[in-house]
């Protein structure tokens, strides 16, 4: 069945730079895209940015200078990597499954890493 | 960037009745492009509706959605306990892929 995990530190200090993993099992990275998307406690959802089933990438204009998104499609996992972090980066970081259909939805996400920003 | 803005932020209601979230968006979108998600508390989203009025696999028929253009709508027909939870509308139509700010439902 679909399934993706997400790993990672669950501190990092201002100023430095986050490293998370999403492993994925059920499906194939070459034929489906894989989004992150964040939440602030209490807070509603923000979503990051794309790597395609061909390997290209978009992210939000708000994080675009900070975030980069990447993959090892051998190993069937895909990585999001943002530095600067600042407190306000603190945030439970999903990683999902997006599904096209004209426009992007997310059918399975992960449990998700919480990351706390603090010095 | 494409604002969601729902409505109410919150909700109170009994078991059986019927609830009704609305997701306005700052332009026009089609319809394939409006989904809404669930959220428990201390859970992961989960996709409930797709493309404005799908069921996405496992979602009981009391959960629907309706809507075009700027308006959009998520019904819940008959609320049952274990339906409490945060509610989101999501538009995949342009980059950013933003959400609403959610909805969140409580039983009387």
């Known amino acids: 069945q679909v399934q993706l995990k997400e790993s990672g530190p669950g501190l990092v200090q201002p100023s430095e730079t986050l490293s998370l993993t999403c492993t994925v099992s059920?499906?194939?990275?070459?034929?489906?895209?894989v989004h992150w998307v964040r939440q602030p406690p209490g807070k509603g959802l923000e979503w990051m940015g794309i790597?395609?089933?061909?390997?290209?990438?978009d992210y939000n204009s708000a994080l675009k200078s900070r975030l980069s998104i990447s993959r090892d499609t051998s190993k069937s996992q895909v990585f999001l990597k943002m530095n600067s972090l600042q407190t306000e980066d603190t945030a439970i970081y999903y990683c999902?499954?997006?599904?096209?259909?004209?426009?992007?939805?997310?059918?399975?996400w992960g449990q998700g890493v919480m990351v706390t920003v603090s010095s | 960037a494409i604002v969601l803005n729902q409505s109410p932020s919150s909700i109170v209601a009994s078991q059986g009745e019927k609830v009704t979230i609305t997701c306005r968006a700052s332009?026009?979108?089609?319809?394939?492009?409006l989904h809404w998600y669930q959220q428990k508390p201390g859970a992961f989203p989960k996709l409930v509706i797709y493309s404005t009025s799908y069921r996405a696999s496992g979602i009981p028929s009391r959960f629907s959605g309706s809507g075009s253009g700027t308006s959009y709508s998520f019904t819940i027909s008959r609320v049952e306990a274990e339906d409490v939870a945060t509610y989101y509308c999501?538009?995949?139509?342009?980059?950013?892929?933003?959400f609403g700010s959610g909805t969140k439902l409580e039983i009387k």
């Open positions: 332009s026009s979108i089609s319809s394939n492009y």
């Open positions: 999902t499954r997006g599904r096209y259909n004209s426009g992007y939805y997310f059918d399975y």
């Open positions: 790597i395609r089933s061909g390997g290209s990438t």
């Open positions: 059920g499906f194939s990275l070459t034929s489906n895209s």
């Open positions: 999501q538009q995949g139509s342009s980059n950013p892929f933003t």
